[in-house]
């Protein structure tokens, strides 16, 4: 087979790509992009490319890697950038020594394994006192405070502000955005909660259930009362015949579905469809859910449950495994995180403020970053760089590894899961480059040579 570009060429154009980002996110700062100050991998990767399409690969290859560290640990890009450069060069100066880059690609593999170990093992708990730490991203101290706070109350989620001034605002119960359809403002105690996931168009269905919970207080939480269920019941409760409160379900779609079953679950119910369990007429209090206190204010409502309860507790690990699993992105990340906040009772919000849309937008994701950076220091704990120095390194691979990663921070504590990440991610981006890297964009490798390279074995030495 005729090979449209060699090997060795593709491999170092892809390193010339990796390498010319890397030099733009190693600067100190914030870079002018389009206009704007961005530190974000994506888009300054989009203003490097250029015309070779091996030279881009390598751009966007580097800029998913450091993205996702940025993404999940809330900083890191410079730090990563950095580690990313120095440890590609090492692996260029030796290739060129005439070292196997398969075998080259598996001592980055060990080193990785045990610096990674190493770090696990040595890491620390992180104190209250980290407010210096996350202020370096929020570059506000009140901010910072106000994350601390916030993350210490419970999942904290970070929503635009319709306001200039950024806040925090904690909601104890399950929050429910929307007004109600039916019913007055005010908190009523002791509320049977009935949860549909139909809209609600007859009267004459919820009658029955009607007079059998009068003179108990009722939240009815659907996807919709439209028709004659919304003129009758309005009608009723203005002359004081029943006590019923009804709102629409937040959400759209599939996130719709989920605050339903999120809602039945903090309520100890199920949430009915007409149908299953049974239909609307058929309903018996007994089958209802309730909660201690339903508050409703002009734009939201909010439930007091009981999150201690077992049920609420297993779904609220099912939710935790569903952040935890890489294939979940940012976004959704956030919306599981809210959904946590409030099976959990206690929801902490950052609104972050801005006097123009794009000051609000720079102020939320900063604090987007310090939120992330803080729930990873408390979760995994921090590494002191001292630390490093004493990692005793059984090969030049983990000894080079060790010291790139210890110049590439300046701070004397470090969150231990960038430092997990950035040993995850970088060492995974030039352990591709080595073996299948100039593969993906090459023309010259059948899929057999694919095949075999992925499986170790030096395709080079064995043409050659």
Known sequence: MI??????????????????????????????????YSFSAAEVAGTLEGRDLYVNQGIRL???????????AGCGTGESARMANQLLSY????????????????????????????VIHNAVPATDESVDLVEEITNDRETAQMVIEG????????????????????????????????????????????????????????????????????????DGIEGEALTLLNANIKQNRIHVRAMKAPGMGRRKDDILEDAAVYADTVVFDGIYPCSLEDISPAMLGRVKMVTAAGSYTVMEGNPDSSRTVRRTQTIMERIRDPQTNYYDKQKLRERIAGLMGCVPVIYAGGYTTVQAKEEKRRIESA???????????????????????????????????????KKEEISAYLLILMIQKICGLIVMWLTTGAVMVSTGYDRE????????????????
Do not use: H, W
Request: charged residues 25%; hydrophobic residues 40%; proline residues 2%.
């Open 3 to 36: 090979r449209e570009i060699q090997f060795e060429d593709g491999r170092r154009k892809l390193a010339e790509g990796i390498k010319s980002l890397c030099r733009v996110l190693s600067c100190e700062g914030q870079i002018l992009v389009n206009g704007t």
């Open 62 to 72: 580097a800029a998913a890697a450091i993205g996702e560290i940025n993404q999940t």
């Open 91 to 118: 692996c260029e100066k030796k290739a060129a020594a005439g070292i196997s880059p398969v075998l080259l690609a598996k001592e980055i593999k060990l080193a990785a394994n045990a610096l990674e170990a190493y």
């Open 151 to 222: 993350a210490k109350e419970g999942e904290l989620v970070v929503k635009d502000s319709m306001y200039a001034d950024t806040r925090l605002e904690i909601t104890r119960g399950m929050r429910l955005d929307g007004s109600l359809s039916v019913g007055t403002e005010g908190t009523v105690t002791d509320v049977l909660v009935l949860i549909v996931k139909t809209p609600i168009t007859s009267f004459a269905s919820l009658y029955p259930l009607l007079q059998k919970t009068e003179p108990q207080n009722l939240l009815i939480l659907a």
């Open 371 to 409: 939120v992330a950076y803080y729930q990873t220091i408390k979760q995994y704990g921090l590494l002191k760089k001292e630390d490093l120095n004493r990692f005793l390194a059984g090969s030049e691979a983990e000894r080079f590894l060790s010291e790139s990663m210890k110049q590439s921070f």
């Open 449 to 464: 040579d694919l095949e075999l390279i992925k499986s170790g074995v030096d395709i080079e030495r064995l043409r050659g």
